[in-house]
């Protein structure tokens, strides 16, 4: 069996939408759309939950462009592609432009990096390469699997290592390579900023939080201030946006108002929904913001998700990517995605990593009372990009957030 695998990690250390082309809005909605229905099967897990589904997608997209027939008709239709094969690297392209855009005197650091590892001497198709390059800016680098693969295993585990300043380590556990592997592409992203306006530490203080497991006490951070911020009256749902330095990405919380009242949120929650709610926040209200620091690390193997999800052709026998290489037939074997997050006073730090495995078969607004924004009980959030409307992680505090 020969396998393919492709690692994404991202990182996030704490610190509007620009115009775009159709092909990158429909990327970016379809994007978003694949990021609900994806934790709509994560939130089935007990406790805490974080990923990210831009890393996912990416890596994802990836894969697609050396899929062909009905393993490509399937993948488009669970991950929300444009079915035009053209508009979506355009897509995807100008997403990746955009991302890594905008004034480089920016107040947050923002960098990405790809590539491709494959077994030397395989015959990758040319077309394949050349896409990789031009659209994902991955380039080849050789390595022998057959020869020793827990020698490639630490090399590529070291290049992600790097890429993520060591946020993500070991991603690729022992065993995951095997001498039958093919190819494995990796892409880094690395983000850095702190919040706009940071929380005073001496306003942190312990307190009770209300999770899924009992009361715990943990460190809730307090700050008066203006935010843009939305009372959902009919879904009994607070929503504020807590931005980064720049005001470009934010943290969006998603707070029920009752202590129980987070699974009825996630149960209902849908993709136009959220659109809704966001484009509604009000652009300044007075907020006394309470929020916990938290921090948690959490893996997943999204291959029988995805299966669930409508991808079942592309991780069997009759999976068609010969639009890699001709000289194998591959399926996928197993996602693995890997991701870190840490909240606190300064910002937030994040990091998530996704490998994909294949395997050959045989404005100023009038005063309005104080809002108190409490997340003392468990709570749903977003990090997202304004300049695209691009999810880059979403996750869950159930408990004290560890």
């Known amino acids: 069996m020969f396998r393919f695998l492709i690692l994404i990690p991202w990182i996030v250390v704490a610190t509007g939408a620009g115009p775009q082309g159709a092909s990158v809005n429909d990327v970016i909605r379809g994007n978003n759309q694949f990021a609900l229905d994806l934790y709509g099967k994560a939130r089935a897990r007990s406790g805490n939950v974080f990923f990210s589904p831009y890393s996912v997608s990416t890596a994802l997209a990836l894969t697609y462009s050396g899929a062909n027939g009905e393993t490509a008709s399937e993948m488009a239709a669970t991950l929300h592609f444009p079915t035009?094969?053209?508009?979506?690297?355009?897509?995807?392209?100008?997403?990746?432009?955009q991302t890594l855009g905008g004034d480089p005197k920016k107040p947050y650091q923002l960098d990405t990096a790809n590539a491709l590892w494959g077994q030397s001497g395989l015959d990758y198709r040319a077309d394949f390469l050349e896409r990789s390059s031009s659209l994902y800016k991955a380039t080849l680098h050789p390595l022998d699997f057959l020869a020793n693969p827990d020698a490639a295993r630490r090399t590529i585990n070291d290049w992600v290592e790097q890429r993520t300043h060591e946020k993500i380590k070991n991603l690729l556990a022992p065993g995951t390579i095997q001498r039958e592997t093919d190819l494995i592409l990796t892409n880094a992203i690395y983000f850095k900023a702190a919040w706009m306006k940071p929380f005073a530490k001496s306003a942190t203080t312990d307190q009770d939080f209300l999770g899924s497991t009992g009361k715990v006490t943990v460190p809730?951070?307090?700050?008066?201030?203006?935010?843009?911020?939305?009372?959902?009256?009919?879904?009994?749902?607070?929503?504020?946006?807590?931005p980064y330095s720049g005001g470009a990405i934010s943290?969006?919380?998603?707070?029920?108002?009752?202590?129980?009242g987070?699974?009825?949120?996630?149960?209902?929650?849908?993709?136009?929904?959220?659109?809704?709610?966001?484009?509604?926040?009000?652009?300044?209200?007075?907020?006394?913001?309470?929020?916990p620091r938290f921090q948690m690390e959490q893996s997943f193997e999204l291959g029988t998700t995805l299966k669930e999800l409508g991808m079942?052709?592309?991780?069997?026998?009759?999976?068609?990517?010969?639009?890699?290489?001709?000289?194998?037939?591959?399926?996928?074997?197993n996602v693995i995605h890997k991701a870190f997050i840490d909240v606190n006073e300064e910002g937030s730090e994040a990091a998530a990593a996704t490998a994909i495995i294949m395997g050959r078969t045989a404005v100023m607004v009038p005063q309005k009372p104080v809002v108190n924004f409490r997340a003392d009980h468990p709570f749903l959030f977003l990090i997202r990009d304004h300049r695209s409307g691009s999810i880059l992680f979403i996750g869950r505090v159930t408990d004290s957030g560890k």
Do not use: C
């Open 312 to 333: 079942s052709r592309a991780f069997g026998p009759q999976a068609d990517f010969s639009g890699i290489t001709t000289s194998r037939h591959l399926h996928l074997s």
């Open 220 to 242: 809730l951070m307090n700050k008066l201030g203006q935010f843009s911020y939305l009372d959902v009256e009919s879904d009994h749902l607070q929503i504020l946006d807590l």
């Open 251 to 260: 943290m969006s919380i998603l707070l029920p108002k009752a202590m129980d």
């Open 262 to 291: 987070l699974g009825p949120l996630e149960s209902t929650l849908t993709a136009r929904k959220l659109e809704d709610w966001l484009s509604r926040l009000e652009a300044s209200r007075q907020v006394n913001l309470t929020l």
């Open 84 to 97: 035009d094969r053209a508009a979506l690297e355009a897509g995807f392209a100008g997403l990746i432009d």
